[in-house]
């Protein structure tokens, strides 16, 4: 039985003086704040924010999270995006004390179990990819592509080429050529073969001394794995250029081949597809990528460096590749997320190979995609997506908020516009 | 956990039905010489008991002799969290649930979005807010290049040198391509020298960018600020701490244009830097500019109030290279973790964590000033954190703090600050509400006070 009281929105549910938290009074002597912060820097009333009991707000996100489909709730059988169960003793593990609760400016000393952790982290990561050098900074897949792209661009400044293409197929994800206007290349799309697969003529066509980066995804966005790479990895090479994986199907191929095995130079992880960082609706994602040893130098830092000190015991530091890129973001990365990733490998054990447990997933994105699979997207979907017809924008400005005479006007317009639809 | 939970009988059933004898048969189309001829070498499996042990170990190595005082600041605080959050956000009809592409599966997550962004508008004053960014460093470098189309000026960005070093850092990152000058502007007193910022801005500057409070925790005259970006038509970017927002104007009423902001104050685990979450809220005239996701409210086809992902054609996935930014998703679980934090704090609970905040920082400086040898290093008015200046170096006071079982930090020496004499005698000491009268008094008396 749907509680719809309580999914109003909470400015509708909120009464004046209700209350959830309260903090203890101040136990510092008593000064007038006009002494401590003259007025001038003080807003004359406390933001409008809704003023609610606790089981208000209780009784409001719980009665939202129903609304959800989830993969707790429901199948989710997603191609794109991987959606798979993660163990809860994961989400429990990330909240210890001495993870959840560490500041990112404690020092070295006193982090040292954190870093032990990252720092083999970075290990396993390098050695699913294949590639050994690893830097858990970018904050999400997206990053992840652009801090390579800026990598590699540093690797060419360093080697006094200027090279100004990335190419990349149209089945491309959004993120890589929007990563690569960012990171400041020219963006060049290149037409796939009729059956989904990089199109070795147009490729070549298109290779020339400009090219920096190839990008490709693998298995491909139809879900078809791209058996040309190699191919495609020497050609890039001959002309000078690099080739990067954008990981975001690498769930499927994890432990069976990996990109530095399959010509790739570089490469990300979406940590919340291939290991088991929650999705959460959206985020948080994190984005390490992993690159061959020469790109090692121009790593964004920092990553995590292990030493070995007089007496012999072991010590983790954090360090800056000698001509990194600089930080993608602040601090070290999506720390709670990123350390999911060990937990995951180390309970699955990429030993299992034919991972029963990811047998659907796996034909999914594999072994079904020559017939067809492309199609996965296809039905599912459309017939969730057709059961409700939303209309596109009307009311970006939240509720007691502004602009609310044009709300009104795009309200009315929209109701007129769903009558028609009915 | 297992994670192989098909039995072998299953496992045949499947591949049965769609037409396979092996399970090797489903990674034929990679070609053999492609394929791992190897187990891949990492460390062995765990069972879940196991792990935990493993991980408890881990943690316990991260923490010396038992609890530690926290007085750390710069740019991550140990603010207090309400359970209630925690009992929401590890809702698995929540944390397990699929970015919102499909409307129909995710109105729970989609209207508390929505609601983040109706809470970031009254927090900032500003006209509209995205559905969050990664942190608050590429939170600043999303507003800088919002400022650089919304001018058409692209090869100029002005920065106080009073912003977190760390966004500073991040900016120069994203910038170093596309060949922009990021002139950093000295602020040798704590804060800013308005004389000194209204000769470097220019009709070439796309957008000056301030902190306020700023790194040092001084506050900064805003207004004046803003005032000097709009004179050369620049905009005005404000990186504002959402806690000081309970006491302190807000971006809308001194006149910013973008405010962004670390968000890990409202309710998220300092968690050793990440994930946090990056708020960017703007004047509505920029909406077009934003990156990132946007939710909207609209009504079904039975009129039934309904949110949706707004202005998708601004995003990657649409516009692909001409997209506002390549952020794909939003920081959603982070983002909830501040909406409920916001939802429970409500006006009056906000205003009360940032006077607590006001008079305990305000309190430890007094307390911390009378020990010979330690002194404010800027005359400024300061919100929740402040520098000493300590005589004698301040890897001595760092080090007896430790040992009493207090951090302090960071010390300024780890970054530069141009035109600012004697960093590293200087570090950041930071007050939140959960700090005690006791707890503070003890620290002085273990710095010799």
Not at chain 1, 367 to 386: I, V
């Amino acid at each position: 039985m749907r509680n719809t009281q309580a999914t109003q929105l909470l400015f509708e549910l909120s009464s004046p003086g209700r209350r959830a938290a309260v903090l203890p009074r101040s136990d510092v002597p008593d000064i007038p704040l006009d002494e401590l912060i003259p007025v001038k820097y003080r807003a004359a009333t406390a933001p409008k924010l809704p003023e609610l009991s606790e089981p208000d707000v209780i009784r409001h996100f719980v009665n939202l999270s129903t609304k959800n489909m989830s993969v707790d709730t429901h199948f989710y059988p997603l191609g794109s995006c991987t959606m798979k169960y993660n163990p809860k003793r994961h989400e429990r593990l990330s909240g210890l004390s001495g993870i959840v609760d560490l500041h990112p400016h404690q020092t070295e000393d006193s982090s040292q179990g954190m870093l032990s952790l990252l720092f083999s982290m970075q290990q396993m990561l390098g050695e699913i990819a294949g590639l050994p050098a690893v830097s858990l900074q970018p904050a999400a897949g997206a990053q992840g592509e652009f801090a390579a792209l800026l990598t590699a661009s540093a690797y060419f400044r360093d080697r006094g080429e200027t090279r100004t293409r990335v190419l990349f197929p149209n089945s491309a994800h959004g993120t890589n050529p929007a990563s690569a206007a960012l990171a400041g290349f020219e963006c060049v799309q290149l037409k796939s073969t009729p059956q989904g697969f990089v199109d070795l003529e147009e490729l070549r066509k298109n290779l020339d001394e400009r090219t920096a980066v190839f990008m490709v995804t693998n298995p491909n966005t139809l879900g078809m794995f791209e058996r040309d790479l190699p191919e495609v990895s020497r050609m890039v090479h001959a002309v000078g250029g690099l080739v990067y994986i954008d990981g975001a199907n690498m769930n499927a191929i994890c432990g069976i081949t990996r990109p530095g095995d399959f010509g790739g130079d570089m490469m990300h992880y979406n940590v919340h597809k291939t290991f088991t960082g929650p999705h959460g609706a959206g985020g948080p994602g994190s984005g390490p990528i992993a690159v061959r040893d020469f790109l090692a130098p121009f790593l964004p830092g920092p990553v995590i460096v292990q030493s070995t000190d007089a007496t012999g015991s072991i010590r983790y530091a954090l360090s800056n590749p000698d001509k990194s890129i600089g930080r993608v973001r602040s601090f070290f990365g999506n720390v709670r997320r990123s350390e999911r990733q060990l937990p995951a490998r180390q309970t699955e054990g990429c030993a299992a190979r034919p991972a029963g447990g990811s047998l659907h997933a796996r034909i999914r994105r594999v072994g079904e995609s020559d017939q067809g699979f492309a199609g996965d997207h296809g039905d599912g979907y459309r017939q969730a997506s057709a059961r409700l017809w939303v209309p596109r924008s009307h009311s970006l400005f939240p509720a007691g908020g502004r602009g609310s005479a044009n709300d009104r006007a795009d309200r009315n317009r929209i109701e007129r516009n769903a009558r028609r639809v009915r | 956990m297992a994670y192989l939970v098909n039995t072998p009988d299953q496992q045949r059933q499947m591949l049965r039905d769609i037409g396979v004898t092996s399970i090797s048969d489903l990674f034929a189309q990679i070609p053999g010489e492609l394929q791992l001829q190897r187990p891949l070498d990492l460390p062995p499996p765990l069972t879940e008991l196991e792990l935990e042990a493993h991980l408890r170990e881990l943690a316990a190595q991260n923490t010396v002799d038992g609890g530690r005082t926290c007085f750390l600041g710069g740019g991550a605080y140990d603010h207090f969290i309400p359970a209630a959050i925690d009992a929401i956000a590890t809702r698995s009809e929540f944390y397990t649930a699929y970015t919102p592409y499909q409307a129909e599966a995710s109105q729970g997550s989609l209207q508390a979005f929505f609601e983040y962004q109706s809470l970031i508008c009254q927090l900032t004053g500003l006209d509209v807010s995205n559905a969050s960014l990664y942190e608050g460093g590429t939170a600043v470098s999303e507003a800088v290049f919002m400022a650089m189309r919304a001018t058409d000026r692209h090869k100029k960005v002005v920065i106080l040198g009073s912003v977190h070093p760390e966004y500073r850092q991040v900016c120069q990152t994203y910038l170093q391509q596309i060949r922009c000058e990021l002139v950093t502007i000295p602020t040798p007193n704590g804060v800013t020298d308005l004389e000194l910022v209204a000769k470097t801005l220019d009709d070439q500057t796309a957008c000056l960018v301030f902190q306020n409070p700023n790194f040092f925790g001084a506050i900064e005259g805003c207004q004046a600020l803003c005032e000097s970006a709009r004179k050369v038509g620049a905009l005005a970017i404000a990186s504002v701490d959402p806690i000081s927002l309970g006491m302190l104007s807000r971006p809308g009423d001194y006149g910013a244009d973008i405010a962004v902001a670390e968000g890990q104050g409202l309710g998220i685990p300092l968690q050793y830097g990440g994930p946090y979450v990056g708020i960017l809220a703007c004047r509505e005239e920029f909406v077009r500019r934003m990156p990132g996701r946007l939710i909207g409210e609209t009504v079904d086809r039975e009129g039934r109030r309904t949110y949706v992902l707004n202005l998708q054609a601004r995003e990657q996935h649409i516009r692909r290279d001409k997209a506002t930014s390549n952020i794909c998703t939003n920081q959603g679980l982070m983002a909830l973790r501040a909406t409920v934090y916001l939802s429970l704090l409500g006006p009056a609970g906000l205003k009360e964590v940032a006077e607590l905040c006001v008079r305990k920082a305000h309190y430890a400086a007094s307390r911390l000033t009378a020990i010979p040898g330690i002194e404010l290093a800027f005359a400024t008015p300061y919100f929740k954190e402040f520098v000493i200046r300590c005589r004698d170096g301040v890897d001595g006071v760092l080090t007896k703090a430790r040992q009493a079982g207090f951090d302090l930090g960071p010390a300024l020496g780890k970054y530069t600050f141009p035109g600012l004499d004697r960093a590293d005698q200087c570090c950041l000491v930071a007050v939140t509400e959960k700090r005690t009268k006791q707890q503070i008094d003890r620290l002085a008396i273990a710095l010799g006070g």
